[in-house]
């Protein structure tokens, strides 16, 4: 293949503008807040599932401090109809009397069981109160700062994609200049050498992979038309001869 001089050192504008698309492309890719985000969104989900299971139980504790106080007042209602049957005498047999006192003692334990029970669900019930708004406290702090790292990527990106829409520009601009078939054979190359398709010869070593041509190499670049398109016989890549190449 045969290219102007010209058009292969414009080759490698192209490669540099897409060296700084990759970079620019892997820059988005590797944000810190990425990384910050995902922390703080896995917290999130962790502190939601604790809040659900601490309001779940102050809801169960709130319908058995129901309960409870329902049997006390069922309990102190029954208590009372005794006592003033005991108080207005009209129970006159012993053992009637000896039976009713019985009730009212067992009605009194069983009143002071219950409201022990009511106590106990109370403190249960205000623990879990207290739990979801300690955690509600948190769910609010981390959330904010979720929604600072979500903007601060947010913004960080826009000035990326801002740079890579202008590179993309210049870089169409500068490839439109490129004989088809000299880029197409470069983006060939390009796609299966890990983004590098042009390398420039500079001091008889090829930049695409670092290494020196050795002297039949050299001679044969040597040798080679100006407007031959030379490749490199290490790495395959078009080497792109110039004033600093060393020939």
Known sequence: MNAEPADQI???????LDVRLQQLRYKKRSLPEHAEIESLTKDLTQLRDLHVAAT???????????????????????????????????????????????????LAKRQGDLEDVVLE???????????????????????????????????????????????????????GSIPADLLKLYDK??????GVGAAKLFQRRCEGCRLELNITELNEVRAAAADSVVRCENCRRILVRTSESGL
């Not at 414009?10 to 540099?16: A, F, I, K, P």
């Not at 309960?67 to 009372?80: L, S």
């Open 56 to 106: 779940t139980e102050e809801s169960d504790c709130a319908r058995e401090q129901t309960k409870a106080e329902q049997d006390v007042d069922q309990v102190r209602q029954r208590a009372a109809r005794d006592q003033k049957r005991l108080d207005s005498g009209a129970v006159t047999s012993p053992k009637d009397l000896e039976n009713l006192q019985r009730e009212i003692t067992s």
């Open 189 to 194: 190359l390009r796609e299966k050498e890990g």
């Open 121 to 175: 669900v109370m403190e249960r019930r205000e623990s879990a109160q207290e739990r979801a708004g300690e955690l509600a406290e948190r769910l609010s702090s981390v959330q904010a700062k979720a929604d600072d790292a979500t903007s601060r990527r947010d913004a960080a990106a826009a000035a990326i994609d801002a740079d890579v829409s202008s590179a993309a520009k210049e870089r169409e601009v500068v490839a």
């Open 10 to 16: 414009r080759l490698l504008d192209v490669q540099d």
